[in-house]
Protein backbone atom coordinates (compact mmCIF):
# COMPACT_ATOMS: atom_id res chain seq x y z
CA UNK A 1 0.00 0.00 0.00
CA UNK A 2 1.57 3.67 -0.83
CA UNK A 3 -0.25 7.14 0.96
CA UNK A 4 0.41 10.04 -1.10
CA UNK A 5 -0.40 13.44 0.71
CA UNK A 6 -0.53 16.73 -1.26
CA UNK A 7 0.47 20.23 0.24
CA UNK A 8 1.24 23.64 -0.84
CA UNK A 9 -1.89 24.80 -3.06
CA UNK A 10 -2.81 28.18 -2.30
CA UNK A 11 -4.61 31.29 -4.40
CA UNK A 12 -2.07 33.15 -6.74
CA UNK A 13 -2.02 35.91 -8.92
CA UNK A 14 -1.32 35.01 -12.74
CA UNK A 15 2.48 35.13 -13.41
CA UNK A 16 3.73 33.73 -9.68
CA UNK A 17 5.38 30.40 -8.73
CA UNK A 18 3.89 28.05 -6.21
CA UNK A 19 6.00 24.46 -5.72
CA UNK A 20 3.23 21.19 -4.60
CA UNK A 21 4.95 18.75 -2.64
CA UNK A 22 3.38 14.88 -2.53
CA UNK A 23 4.70 13.07 0.84
CA UNK A 24 5.05 9.40 -0.24
CA UNK A 25 4.98 6.57 2.82
CA UNK A 26 4.65 2.80 2.09
CA UNK A 27 7.05 -0.09 2.49
CA UNK A 28 7.63 0.03 -1.64
CA UNK A 29 6.65 3.76 -2.22
CA UNK A 30 10.24 4.83 -4.59
CA UNK A 31 9.49 1.37 -7.17
CA UNK A 32 6.76 3.37 -8.76
CA UNK A 33 6.31 5.92 -11.22
CA UNK A 34 5.06 9.24 -9.85
CA UNK A 35 3.13 11.88 -11.77
CA UNK A 36 1.11 15.23 -10.89
CA UNK A 37 -2.56 15.39 -12.69
CA UNK A 38 -5.07 18.14 -12.48
CA UNK A 39 -9.11 18.69 -12.73
CA UNK A 40 -10.17 22.02 -13.67
CA UNK A 41 -14.14 23.04 -12.53
CA UNK A 42 -16.19 21.50 -15.32
CA UNK A 43 -13.27 19.11 -17.07
CA UNK A 44 -11.71 15.76 -17.52
CA UNK A 45 -9.22 15.16 -15.33
CA UNK A 46 -5.56 15.65 -17.10
CA UNK A 47 -1.98 14.46 -17.15
CA UNK A 48 0.71 17.17 -15.59
CA UNK A 49 3.85 15.55 -15.16
CA UNK A 50 5.39 12.45 -14.21
CA UNK A 51 8.61 11.31 -12.67
CA UNK A 52 10.71 8.05 -11.94
CA UNK A 53 12.46 8.11 -8.66
CA UNK A 54 15.87 5.83 -9.38
CA UNK A 55 16.58 7.37 -12.85
CA UNK A 56 14.79 10.84 -12.90
CA UNK A 57 12.93 10.70 -15.80
CA UNK A 58 10.47 13.39 -16.43
CA UNK A 59 7.34 13.79 -19.19
CA UNK A 60 5.09 16.89 -18.95
CA UNK A 61 2.18 18.02 -20.66
CA UNK A 62 2.50 20.10 -23.71
CA UNK A 63 0.46 22.82 -21.77
CA UNK A 64 3.03 23.08 -18.76
CA UNK A 65 6.00 22.21 -20.56
CA UNK A 66 9.01 25.16 -19.66
CA UNK A 67 6.80 26.63 -16.71
CA UNK A 68 6.57 23.41 -14.64
CA UNK A 69 9.26 21.32 -13.55
CA UNK A 70 8.51 17.95 -11.67
CA UNK A 71 11.49 16.73 -9.25
CA UNK A 72 11.84 13.72 -6.28
CA UNK A 73 13.65 14.33 -3.33
CA UNK A 74 14.50 10.17 -2.53
CA UNK A 75 15.33 11.31 0.91
CA UNK A 76 12.20 12.65 1.83
CA UNK A 77 10.55 10.39 -0.35
CA UNK A 78 8.61 13.63 -1.23
CA UNK A 79 7.75 14.50 -5.15
CA UNK A 80 7.27 18.02 -6.24
CA UNK A 81 5.60 20.06 -8.53
CA UNK A 82 7.09 23.94 -9.38
CA UNK A 83 4.89 25.67 -11.32
CA UNK A 84 6.09 29.04 -12.31
CA UNK A 85 4.44 31.42 -15.09
CA UNK A 86 1.14 30.23 -13.95
CA UNK A 87 -2.40 31.69 -15.53
CA UNK A 88 -5.46 31.48 -14.57
CA UNK A 89 -6.49 28.78 -16.51
CA UNK A 90 -4.08 26.30 -14.78
CA UNK A 91 -6.68 26.60 -12.55
CA UNK A 92 -7.62 23.20 -10.66
CA UNK A 93 -7.20 20.47 -8.16
CA UNK A 94 -4.03 18.66 -8.20
CA UNK A 95 -3.35 15.32 -7.65
CA UNK A 96 -0.22 13.10 -6.89
CA UNK A 97 -0.61 9.43 -8.32
CA UNK A 98 1.71 6.49 -8.00
CA UNK A 99 2.05 4.02 -10.72
CA UNK A 100 3.94 1.05 -12.08
CA UNK A 101 3.17 1.91 -16.00
CA UNK A 102 5.47 4.61 -17.62
CA UNK A 103 2.01 6.84 -18.68
CA UNK A 104 -0.03 9.74 -19.14
CA UNK A 105 -3.30 7.51 -18.23
CA UNK A 106 -4.64 8.27 -15.57
CA UNK A 107 -6.68 5.18 -15.20
CA UNK A 108 -2.90 2.98 -14.92
CA UNK A 109 -2.41 5.17 -11.84
CA UNK A 110 -3.10 3.20 -8.61
CA UNK A 111 -2.44 5.29 -5.74
CA UNK A 112 -4.13 8.75 -5.15
CA UNK A 113 -3.80 11.38 -3.15
CA UNK A 114 -6.52 13.53 -1.80
CA UNK A 115 -6.17 16.57 -3.92
CA UNK A 116 -4.60 20.51 -3.11
CA UNK A 117 -6.50 23.01 -4.65
CA UNK A 118 -4.60 25.80 -6.91
CA UNK A 119 -6.04 28.86 -7.95
CA UNK A 120 -4.88 31.44 -10.47
CA UNK A 121 -6.43 34.67 -10.27
CA UNK A 122 -6.05 37.15 -13.67
Known amino acids: QVQLVESGGGLIQAGGSLRLSCAVSGRTANSYVMAWFRRAPGKEREFVAAITWSGGMTLYADSVKGRFTVSSDNIKNTVYLHMNILKPEDTAVYYC???????????????WGQGTQVTVSS
Open 97 to 111: AAGIFWTTADHRYEY
